[in-house]
């Protein structure tokens, strides 16, 4: 089964967007005439930003469009689940777009999916994570006062066709999380690879052991 993995480098957030949804959109209908696709994996970094979901609180974001002018970031509203997240230079983006029907998954099995490729490269470097109940995303002490998050996940999706992901924190300045509540929460932390190991990690790196994690799962599915 053809899984194509493309490479966007830094790209706005805006034509990120504006291209998944155009591709999302192609996969629909292509799938709903009988037409041959491509799954596509795309991978990304984004300047910095900060995206508010559908089911999302305007006061989870802390800065007015002065202060955020200030950070050189700015806030948009989109179109997937979930509520408040940031993105930017240093944290490694996932966007699937591709037929869950092909995989034999629902959205909370894709979801555990995602989860559990971000988790086994975790553990390839040697840290431990894991998932938070009633929250989705990749956490690690959990049960602990030292919950914090390392990669949080909302997803979009019709007639079993995904878009959005997945946003991994690699060498991603914390601070930025400190301006919002990130995805709602008030009394957890964040944190990325390079903070727990003390050390900048290679993004060329991250970017292939999450590809031969997400393949070696959906191959697991493919039917």
Not at 19 to 39: C, D, H, S, V, W
Not at 54 to 71: D, F, R, T, V
């Amino acid at each position: 089964m053809k899984l194509t993995f493309i490479d966007w480098k830094l790209r706005s957030y805006s034509e990120a967007w504006e291209q998944q949804t155009e591709m999302f959109n192609a996969l629909i209908r292509a799938k709903l005439n009988g037409e041959t696709y491509k799954n596509n994996i795309i991978f990304c970094e984004h300047p910095h930003v900060y995206t508010l979901g559908k089911s999302g609180k305007e006061n989870n974001m802390l800065l007015n469009e002065e202060q955020l002018n200030a950070i050189h970031a700015t806030l948009i509203h989109i179109d997937r689940g979930g509520d408040i997240t940031y993105h930017g230079p240093g944290q490694l983006v996932c966007y699937p777009i591709i037929n869950l029907d092909e995989y034999k998954l629902g959205l909370k099995e894709y979801v555990h999916l995602l989860e559990e490729a971000v988790i086994r490269v975790c553990a390839s470097y040697g840290v431990t994570a894991g998932r938070l109940d009633k929250s989705t995303g990749v956490w690690l002490d959990v049960g602990t006062p030292r919950e914090r998050k390392i990669c949080a996940i909302g997803v979009r999706c019709s007639h079993y066709v995904t878009m959005h992901g997945l946003a991994f924190n690699i060498n991603t300045d914390l601070r930025y999380f400190s301006y919002i509540h990130p995805c709602g929460f008030i009394d957890k932390g964040v944190t990325s690879l390079q903070q727990e190991l003390g050390k900048e990690i290679a993004m060329s790196e991250v970017k292939l052991r999450l590809q031969q994690e997400i393949n070696r799962l959906l191959d697991g599915k493919a039917g």
